[in-house]
Every structure is written in structure tokens, then in C-alpha cells.
């Protein structure tokens, strides 16, 4: 055919050339063509008035439905990452009397961390500070995710606003901390952005067609729920009140209660070694009390701990009643919170109980009678945690017969209280991290009666990491298989 196309003039022969041949004929000569796909006959094209160009057309319509038909017939690709994958986690998912707890894996594994980010911080809603961190027009945080970093502001109308922490012209990380800012400045070619992330100023850069409006920043979608300002990077997830469940009554209390109107009294940063997960786990349940918290036992005893669970994507108990022991967090050393009947039940009040939540992924709440602490956790690596305690107070719980002297003493006291408990817990998840890198433990049972909390959440952790969407667990969830799979 080469032969042919040279005698006939249409191209020189490439071998007499001493040059590759044009692309056309290359592709012609060399491509096997798919049944289904329009073909080239060499003869019938001679007898025409056929330019190179022309067959060249040809031949990449021909290619473009080859690429195609490839595509479409090419299989669905195959997950690699175990961690993705449901059997993975058969063992937790049995019912709560013979499952086994997580895979040892997730709190130390590199390929289980690199799967969590991508499932859950990349997908999911997730809590980063409290409302009061944001107060004044132009109050900044900067939050580190793994690999991604975020910046969240308030603008002039008291209004959040959260964006990827990426310059969009070369990449660079805006900023390091947080502050009170006018603009975010891009430290490279300062670029600027107002507190909305529109891009405001870009010196020296000539660009007649460049449209500012087509590069401000990446946004990232913000809430407020609990008085907590929640995160979530992928803009077509549900919203936050969906994740949560909060449709139900008991979420819905949680959201009444006056978190915005309490005072920061006190808040510390922790850099643990040990996963998130830990800590979590920790925290929901009260087996380990005599043992770890001797003093935090007299006050909520372990006998008195009862469960306050509604439907929803979250883990809820209390104490009742609390037991004066005391301590300085008795009843009598302050005012109930002001609105705390927001969230009595029938059988709880209040003013005597001790309310125990944990949002999910990643903050911790306890409301006790006079006062608040939260926990909340972000992943710092592998088997490493950045937790930030927040211990918060309403102004009205204060005593008339208090002065500013005594209530603050008092107030530091708390404080001092809190820490002390959250260092004993921040001492044996230590231990725990260290324990479940041994490869003779292949995971734990759980005690039906007091960590049926952790069961709930530990498939909560497996619903993300397999992008399960069940719907809100009801109350009692202690079979997942056949509660969850079956409705």
C-alpha cells in the first residue's frame, strides 16, 4: 500500500525517504482496529481524491471511538486499600455480645491513616473550635488536616467563611496561625484575599484577559452546631444536622443549650501519641473509672452511669444523679447553667445530671450541672493526635456571696480539676497505642453493659471508612448486621 501511495504521488516512499512516514499513514500501517469501529480501506480511498489530512481525520475519529469503546468496556477499577473494604471489619459489625473491637490496624496503620483522611476528613463534617474563638470581624483560625490545611474567618456581618489554606496562583500555604486579620496576604507574591476568600489584589500582574472572580479561594463548607464550628471539604456532602441525625429530639435539645452565651475559662492543647479513635473511645466509656480516676469516680460514680441515647449519628450517656464528693465541681460551689433544662428528659434534670456526648467524628462533649468541657481531636499522623480541651462556664453560674476574687479562684480550681483527668486519660490511651502495634493482638471483646458506646461508634468508623450510609442508628444498635443492613 506504502508502494502504491508513493507511485501514485500522494506521498514519497518512506524508506526511499529516509524519514518517518507521515502520522497517518504510521497509524494506518500499524493500528489493529476494533470490529465495531468505522474502518479505512487503502484501495477505496486511492480511487477518491484522498489527501493526507483528510485520512488523517479519519483515522483519529477511528481512534477517539476505539478510546471509547476501551473505556467502556474496561473494568470498574479494583479497590487496593483494604481499609475501604466492608470485610475488613466483619468482626465489629456481629452483634455487641461476640463482636471484636476495630482492627488493631486503625490506630497505628500508615495505609489505614492515609484511607481514613481520604474517607472521612475528606468527606465527612467534622469539629474544629467553638463559636467563641470567633467574636470580632476579622477573628482567623488555621486548621491542619493531615496533608490539607484550612483557614475559617468572620467577616465584618459576623458571618463564617472557611477556604483551603492554597494560594491559587503558585500553591503556597497562606498562613501558619491564626490571628485577627483584615486580608489574607499570600507571603509568596502577595496576593490578596478579603475574609470572604475573594481574590482583592494581585500587584504587578498585567493580565488584560485574567478574571479575579474565577480565582478566589477553594471553598470549604462551614456550620455551627453545639456551638461548635464544624468543617467539611466535600461541597455535595449532606449537611451537617443529616450526618448528625439531628433531626432527632435529643439532638435538637443539645442545639438549644446556650454554648454560645458560656466564657472560655480555660482551654490547653495536647499533642498525644496515640490515635484519635483512642481517646474517643476513652471518653464513651466509664469501665475503666475506679482505675484511671479516682477522683472523678466519687463525683460520677461508675453505678450511676445510664444511658441517654436518641436516634442519631452520635454516642450519648449521662451520670445521675452527680455525687457531691467534696470537689470542686460539687453543686454547691456554683449556679446551675443558666438554660440547662433544655435538656431534661423524663427521667434526668439538669441540675443534677452530668450529660456525656460525643458528635461524631471527633469532639467530646460533657455538660456537666455548672459547667462545660469539650475534647476535640484532629489526626496529627499515624497513631499521633492534636486534642484541644475547652473547659467553658455561663457567667450567671456564678454565687451572689462569690467575689470576682473567689470566682476566679474557684474557676481556676475546675480547671485544675479537668486537667488532672484528662492527663490520666492522655497517660493510658498512651499505653493503649502503644499495646495495639503488638501483632499477637488481634482485638478486643466488649463489655455488653458498659461499652455498647464504644460498639456504636467504633461502626460509625466503619460506615466512613467504607462509604456506608445506613442512616441514623436508632437508640439501642447493639447488631449491626441485623439492625443496620436489614432495615
Not at 286 to 299: M, S, T
Not at 361 to 366: D, K, Q, R
Request: hydrophobic share 35%; proline share 7%; charged share 20%.
Amino acid at each position: 500500500w506504502l508502494k502504491n501511495l508513493s507511485a501514485s504521488g500522494a506521498v514519497e516512499h518512506p524508506l526511499t525517504a529516509m524519514r518517518p512516514a507521515p502520522r497517518a499513514l504510521r497509524l494506518v500501517a500499524t493500528r489493529s482496529f476494533s470490529s465495531q469501529s468505522p474502518t479505512i480501506d487503502p484501495a477505496a480511498s486511492l480511487a477518491g481524491n484522498l489527501t493526507l489530512a483528510s485520512l488523517d481525520a479519519q483515522i483519529t475519529a477511528v481512534e477517539r471511538r476505539n478510546r471509547h469503546l476501551e473505556r467502556a468496556m474496561a473494568p470498574a477499577p479494583v479497590e487496593t486499600n483494604r481499609f475501604k473494604l466492608p470485610e475488613t471489619y466483619a468482626a465489629t459489625r456481629k452483634h455487641l455480645d461476640f463482636a471484636l473491637s476495630l482492627t488493631p490496624a486503625a490506630y497505628h496503620d500508615p495505609d489505614y491513616y492515609k484511607a481514613e483522611l481520604e474517607q472521612l476528613w475528606e468527606k465527612k463534617w467534622f469539629a474544629v473550635e467553638h463559636v467563641q474563638a470567633f467574636t470580632r470581624h476579622g477573628d482567623t483560625q488555621v486548621v491542619d488536616v493531615g496533608k490539607n490545611s484550612y483557614i475559617v474567618t468572620m467577616d465584618r456581618h459576623g458571618e463564617l467563611h472557611a477556604f483551603h489554606n492554597v494560594c491559587r496562583h503558585r500553591g503556597s500555604k497562606l498562613c501558619t496561625s491564626g490571628g485577627n486579620k483584615k486580608r489574607i496576604n499570600c507571603p509568596y507574591h502577595h496576593w490578596s484575599y478579603n475574609l470572604k476568600g475573594e481574590l482583592v489584589g494581585t500587584p504587578f500582574f498585567d493580565q488584560p484577559h485574567f478574571d479575579r472572580k474565577l480565582n478566589s479561594l477553594f471553598p470549604v463548607r462551614v456550620e455551627v452546631f453545639a456551638g461548635l464550628v464544624w468543617l467539611c471539604a466535600d461541597m455535595g456532602a449532606r449537611p451537617l444536622r443529616e450526618q448528625l441525625g439531628a433531626q432527632s429530639e435529643g439532638l435538637q435539645q443539645v442545639d438549644k443549650f446556650p454554648f454560645r452565651d458560656m466564657a472560655v475559662v480555660g482551654a490547653k492543647d495536647y499533642h498525644v501519641n496515640c490515635d484519635w479513635k483512642l481517646l474517643a473511645e476513652n471518653f464513651l466509656e466509664y469501665y475503666h473509672l475506679n482505675a484511671v480516676h479516682p477522683e472523678l469516680a466519687e463525683y460520677s460514680t461508675p453505678e450511676q452511669h445510664k444511658g441517654n441515647q436518641f436516634p442519631g449519628n452520635y454516642v450519648g450517656y449521662c451520670t445521675n444523679p452527680v455525687t457531691d464528693s467534696g470537689s470542686c465541681v460539687d453543686l454547691t460551689e456554683f449556679h446551675p447553667n443558666p438554660g440547662g433544662e433544655v435538656l431534661d428528659t423524663e427521667e434526668y434534670r439538669s441540675f443534677e445530671t452530668a450529660f456525656f456526648y460525643q458528635f461524631f467524628p471527633n469532639v467530646s462533649v460533657s455538660v456537666f450541672p455548672n459547667f462545660v468541657y469539650s475534647l476535640i481531636c484532629l489526626p496529627g499522623g499515624p497513631g499521633k493526635t492534636i486534642e484541644k480541651m475547652t473547659v467553658l462556664q455561663h457567667p450567671g453560674s456564678k454565687l451572689a456571696s462569690d467575689s470576682d476574687e473567689q470566682y476566679k479562684a474557684k474557676v481556676a480550681e475546675v480547671m485544675k480539676f479537668v486537667s488532672t483527668v484528662n492527663q490520666q486519660d492522655v497517660d493510658i490511651c498512651e499505653r493503649v497505642g502503644l499495646g495495639v502495634t503488638q501483632a499477637a493482638y488481634p482485638g478486643g471483646v466488649f463489655s455488653p453493659s458498659m461499652e455498647g458506646t464504644v460498639y456504636r461508634f467504633q461502626n460509625l468508623v466503619i460506615d466512613a471508612m467504607t462509604g456506608a450510609e445506613p442512616g441514623p442508628y436508632p437508640p439501642v444498635m447493639v447488631d449491626y448486621e441485623n439492625t443496620m443492613t436489614r432495615r
